[in-house]
């Protein structure tokens, strides 16, 4: 059962800017900042394999909902990665928190690899309200 309220976040309007933060992380340990996509990083501590914080810019534009469902952006940041990081990554994206807040799939493009694209997971009441999306 997963537990929402080891989480925190805080959203700037002005900015557009949604920052997510695990476990009372507040920035006071070293960790491994990766951007995911343009838009979305990720903070990994990687002696315990996990999530610290998730950093979200330009935020309603990743949130806005398509006639076909949520709007879905190319991991990117995994490309250049060696393997052993790019696998910690996926691990990492595959737990939780982080899947309270994306969701990762693959599209299988030919003639190229598949790659992998993510959306974001339903909002929570309070920040859904706040930025003007349904819960």
Request: charged share 25%; hydrophobic share 40%; net charge negative.
């Amino acid at each position: 059962m997963s537990d929402r309220s080891r989480e925190r976040w805080t959203y700037d309007d002005e900015g557009d800017i949604l920052d997510v933060y695990f476990d009372g992380f507040a920035g006071e340990l070293p960790v491994w900042t990766l951007e995911l996509t343009d838009n979305i990083t990720i903070s990994i501590e990687r002696a315990t394999r996990r999530a610290l914080a998730l950093g979200f810019l330009d935020f309603k534009r990743l949130v806005r909902r398509t006639p076909f469902g949520p709007s879905s952006f190319p991991v990117t940041g995994l490309a250049d990665l060696p393997l052993a990081e790019r696998d910690l990554v996926l691990e990492v994206l595959g737990c939780e928190p982080v899947r309270h807040w994306l969701d990762i799939s693959t599209v299988e493009q030919l003639p190229d690899s598949p790659f992998a694209v993510t959306h974001l997971e339903p909002l929570p009441g309070e920040l859904a309200r706040l930025v003007g999306t349904s819960a």
